[in-house]
């Protein structure tokens, strides 16, 4: 049964963002490109999701390298100053993601930056469009 609210869920959220951007409501960061939000539904129920941002790729927590793990944790941080917990958010071309329960979205903050974007720009993350990823790790490729 909760497969298939799940399962529901991003199929609702994935018809109606064509049309226009759904407001979320942050809940707790996860790491550097992912979040947990809550979403308000048309019947008024609150559901919680994973938004992972799109287009950006930042180093995983439990990286190859001390480097990498460094990095996450600085990625995480900033990505928790961008997005304090309680701040509305738009999540704009959602589609669902390879992780059930987690969706991958445009995210943009208060004031209308995108955040993947702003993340690559200060150098936390670097774009990404599906795929294997690069390393973090220096002197590793």
Not at 51 to 65: A, F, K, M, Q, S
Not at 105 to 114: L, N
Request: proline letters at 3%; one cysteine or more.
């Amino acid at each position: 049964m909760m497969f298939g609210r799940i399962g529901f869920f991003i199929w609702v959220l994935c018809m109606v963002s064509p049309a226009h951007a759904v407001p979320a409501v942050v809940k707790y960061i996860i790491d550097g490109d992912t979040f947990s939000a809550g979403v308000r539904l048309a019947d008024d129920t609150m559901v919680s999701v994973r938004v992972r941002i799109r287009n950006v790729d930042t180093p995983e927590l439990h990286g190859e390298c001390v480097d990498e793990i460094v990095a996450a944790n600085v990625a995480k941080n900033r990505l928790a100053e961008m997005l304090p917990v309680g701040t509305v958010v738009e999540l704009d071309k959602i589609k669902d993601d390879k992780y059930l329960g987690r969706i991958d979205a445009t995210v943009r903050d208060s004031r209308g930056r995108d955040v993947g974007r702003a993340l690559i720009r200060e150098g936390h993350g670097r774009a990404y469009s599906g795929g294997k990823r690069a390393t973090w790790c220096k002197n590793q490729k």
